[in-house]
């Protein structure tokens, strides 16, 4: 059974630097890609972007400048750092799995629980 | 361009069947997923490939996609089916929600 867990700081202060780790476990990295989703209170799901496990990664254009996702395979995890952080990027995160590829379903099927992010001084 | 969108909300009584929409530019030419989330959970996969259900999904559930226009089903819906609802697709190498709709079983 796979399974993803995010952790990191629950408090970031303004300007600073985001940043999340999604621990997977009962499956490799070393295949599909890993994601990073986001939910503001009370709204909807913002995708962040996803890397694959060649390294290879797609960002949100609107986040891009902001961002690096990358992998740790040694430890079969991959991360978030999302920089110059304002009020609006409070939010639940969510790392998931996207399974793409020939024998894929192109959706999100594994999900973590969310780590919530706060941004204040 | 790749905007999804959906309805806030829908509302159906018991047992009868709720239709959610999901329109964008030439949607029948990607594949859809659906996500349903309930309160204080991470959203699930409900339908993937436009009409595919995941294992442990319900037959209620099924969806289609067509033109500019996806739709999930949800045939006899039940008061657990109460939840958010989110469209889904990968185009150009980014990824796009819609806005979600809020299923209201009354």
């Known amino acids: 059974q796979v399974q993803l867990q995010e952790s990191g700081p629950g408090l970031v202060k303004p300007s600073e630097t985001l940043s999340l780790t999604c621990t997977v476990s009962?499956?490799?990295?070393?295949?599909?890609?890993w994601s990073w989703i986001r939910q503001p209170p009370g709204k909807g799901l913002e995708w962040i972007g996803s890397?694959?496990?060649?390294?290879?990664?797609n960002y949100n254009p609107s986040l891009k400048s902001r961002l690096t996702i990358s992998l740790d395979t040694a430890n079969n995890r991959f991360s978030l750092r999302q920089s110059s952080v304002t009020a609006a990027d409070t939010a639940v995160y969510y790392c998931?799995?996207?399974?793409?590829?020939?024998?894929?379903?192109?959706?999100?099927?594994?999900w973590g629980l969310g780590t919530m992010v706060t941004v204040s001084s | 361009s790749n905007e999804l969108t959906q309805p806030p909300s829908v509302s159906v009584s018991p047992g009868q069947t709720a239709s959610i929409s999901c329109s964008g530019d030439?949607?029948?030419?990607?594949?859809i997923s659906w996500y349903q989330q309930k309160p204080g959970q991470s959203p699930v996969v409900v339908i993937y490939?436009?009409?595919k259900r995941p294992s442990g999904i319900p037959e209620r559930f099924s969806g289609s996609n067509s033109g500019n226009t996806a739709t999930l089903t949800i045939s006899g819906t039940q008061t657990m089916d109460e939840a958010d609802y989110y469209c889904q697709l990968w185009g150009s190498s980014t990824v796009v929600f819609g806005g979600g709709t809020k299923l209201t079983v009354l």
């Open positions: 030439q949607l029948g030419d990607k594949y």
């Open positions: 490939q436009d009409k």
């Open positions: 890397i694959y496990y060649s390294g290879s990664t």
């Open positions: 998931a799995r996207l399974n793409r590829g020939v024998a894929g379903t192109d959706a999100f099927d594994v």
């Open positions: 009962g499956a490799s990295i070393n295949f599909y890609y």
